[in-house]
């Protein structure tokens, strides 16, 4: 078995298309498909089913593409520290975020980066949890920051970094004093919008709501927490969003962030990588990061310090 075998079927299970998957191993389509013919022949099984085109793989081959992705991601974490140790660290880093937690990433690539100059970081922002969950699987990867609760039941190591907590964040209409707390049903009473039901971020909210026997209909949904800021300073809108984007934004000229009490919700945030012996060595790395980083302190702080200006 040639590794190079292994990379041909996980580039077909990726691309799904035998003259695509076979641009992206920079080979001909009859190499690569021999090459699958000939695993397939000392494996035993079939592992693509063919037809007139690429018609998906058997379970079979479900099965062998997971053990490919991880010899593949094995032989590169071993290339890269044999590098590691012979000049430094070096490579590329994967990390991918929910929208959500998009701001605290950069709190984990500078101390990265300093500790590391020969690495370069690439980030992937605003993906969906399950997006998060499959990549990792995968190995197109090295980490994320994610919610605990979105990976709970996979096998990843899980390095808390922060409480997410909420504010309610609005158009200063008047400049007569603003309530320091507010409830979640109060809130339902605003004029709402929010992330798309579909992701982690707006699905924590709702459940919050329905806890508290509301429900809301938003009149504007977005895949995006910076547009949120941006609807709201429009005038017409009011939005839910995470205490740590404060961090970024702070409270924008002319706007209120309301701490959201009854109930008081948090959700774990934290670094997620996939769990492997030994760790990679980039993967060491970021949790070395985490560790020069007081993330969960550094995001209060100005979300603390954003309210206090508001209540002198």
Same mark, same amino acid.
């Given at each position: 078995?040639?590794?190079?075998?292994?990379?041909?079927?996980?580039?077909?299970?990726?691309?799904?298309?035998?003259?695509?998957?076979?641009?992206?191993? #920079?080979?001909?389509?009859?190499?690569?498909? %021999?090459?699958?013919?000939?695993? +397939?022949? /000392?494996?035993?099984?079939?592992?693509?089913?063919?037809?007139?085109?690429?018609?998906?793989?058997?379970? +079979?081959? /479900?099965?062998?593409?997971?053990?490919?992705?991880?010899?593949?991601?094995?032989?590169?974490?071993?290339?890269? /520290?044999?590098? *590691?140790?012979?000049?430094?660290?070096?490579?590329?880093?994967?990390?991918?975020?929910?929208?959500?937690?998009?701001?605290?990433?950069?709190?984990?690539?500078?101390?990265?980066? *300093?500790?590391?100059?020969?690495?370069?970081?690439?980030?992937?922002?605003?993906?969906?949890?399950?997006?998060?969950?499959?990549?990792?699987?995968? #190995? %197109?990867?090295?980490?994320?920051?994610?919610?605990?609760?979105?990976?709970?039941?996979?096998?990843?190591?899980?390095?808390?970094?922060?409480? +997410?907590?909420?504010?309610?964040?609005?158009?200063?209409?008047?400049?007569?004093?603003?309530?320091?707390?507010?409830?979640?049903?109060?809130?339902?009473?605003?004029?709402?919008?929010?992330?798309?039901?579909?992701?982690?971020?707006?699905?924590?909210?709702?459940?919050?709501? +329905?806890?508290?026997?509301?429900?809301?209909?938003?009149?504007?949904?977005?895949?995006?927490?910076?547009?949120?800021?941006?609807?709201?300073?429009?005038?017409?809108?009011?939005?839910?969003?995470?205490?740590?984007?404060?961090?970024?934004?702070?409270?924008?000229?002319?706007?209120?962030?309301?701490?959201?009490?009854?109930?008081?919700?948090? /959700?774990?945030?934290?670094?997620?990588?996939?769990?492997?012996?030994?760790?990679?060595?980039?993967?060491?790395?970021?949790?070395?990061?985490?560790?020069?980083?007081?993330?969960?302190?550094?995001?209060?702080?100005?979300?603390?310090?954003?309210?206090?200006?508001?209540?002198?």
């Amino acid at each position: 078995m040639l590794l190079r075998q292994l990379e041909y079927l996980v580039a077909l299970a990726r691309v799904r298309h035998f003259a695509k998957a076979a641009q992206a191993c #920079y080979v001909s389509q009859p190499t690569l498909s %021999e090459g699958i013919r000939k695993l +397939e022949d /000392e494996l035993g099984i079939p592992l693509v089913r063919r037809g007139r085109r690429f018609d998906g793989l058997t379970p +079979e081959g /479900e099965r062998v593409v997971l053990w490919a992705q991880r010899i593949l991601a094995d032989r590169d974490a071993m290339h890269s /520290e044999i590098q *590691a140790l012979r000049a430094g660290l070096s490579g590329r880093l994967r990390i991918g975020t929910v929208p959500t937690a998009s701001t605290a990433v950069a709190l984990l690539t500078q101390p990265f980066c *300093a500790a590391n100059p020969l690495a370069t970081v690439q980030v992937f922002a605003d993906l969906r949890a399950e997006d998060i969950v499959n990549r990792l699987r995968a #190995y %197109e990867l090295d980490a994320a920051v994610t919610y605990h609760s979105s990976v709970a039941a996979h096998d990843f190591t899980f390095v808390p970094l922060y409480q +997410e907590r909420y504010v309610l964040l609005t158009q200063r209409s008047t400049p007569d004093a603003q309530p320091a707390r507010i409830s979640w049903a109060q809130a339902a009473q605003y004029p709402l919008c929010l992330l798309h039901p579909m992701m982690q971020g707006r699905q924590v909210l709702d459940a919050v709501f +329905e806890t508290v026997g509301v429900s809301v209909t938003p009149r504007i949904e977005t895949d995006s927490i910076a547009s949120l800021f941006a609807q709201v300073g429009t005038g017409q809108w009011a939005s839910i969003v995470p205490h740590a984007w404060l961090h970024v934004f702070g409270v924008p000229a002319g706007m209120h962030a309301v701490p959201l009490i009854d109930p008081l919700r948090t /959700e774990r945030i934290g670094l997620v990588l996939p769990a492997r012996e030994p760790v990679s060595v980039i993967g060491q790395a970021l949790i070395d990061a985490v560790g020069q980083a007081d993330i969960a302190a550094t995001l209060d702080r100005p979300a603390h310090q954003a309210v206090a200006q508001q209540h002198p």
